[in-house]
């Protein structure tokens, strides 16, 4: 069965270096006969400031964020996707501001029964994919195991590319073994 990949991408740049990375993990999955969807959360129209914890997604049976804005077909969407990946930037050693509009709706991916103490999520099974770029290598620890924790709370796999020494727009074309590992990790998850 060919995989279905949805790309959420986080940063401001157009042309920087989470989308080159987006660019070259995407080449690999095609490569591999997937079909890949990149969304740039950045550009995306939004009725809020991310998660407004509401809570109201927890009351409807779909697992839905019930803002009706651009997010929310992204985020239904990431409940019928073999891969989801998140691409960003390392922003003061955290993920950036625009990933995490997106990010932290994913509270409408899950239902939660206090009473019963259970969790369910169509999130489980799925892999789930971390691509960073960052301008050192302080800080992308930290934030890959914040990826990875959600991934393991989810039932999720986890895979992660984490690219420093790119710093300037378009640097990362000349870190050494970029290009082949995001090739690779493309067709791996693919
Ligand atoms: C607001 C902001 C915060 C940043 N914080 C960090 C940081 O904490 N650590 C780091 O190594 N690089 C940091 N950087 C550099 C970026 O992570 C790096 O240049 C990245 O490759 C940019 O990707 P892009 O071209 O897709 O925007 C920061 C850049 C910006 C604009």
Redesign the pocket.
Known sequence: MLKKILILSG???KA????QLVKWFRQGAKAKGAQVEVVNTAFLKYKSTGCTSCRQCQKIEKYECVINDEAKPVLAKMAFVDVIVMAT?????SASAQLKLIMDRMFSLYKWDNLADTMATPLSGKTFVLLA????D??LDTLEKSFAITADYSGMKFQSLLV?D??E?GE?KKVKGARKKAIELGKKVA
């Open positions: 940063s401001p740049k920087g270096n989470t989308a930037p390392l922003y003061f050693y770029s960052a301008f050192e302080i800080g420093p790119a710093g727009s990362i």
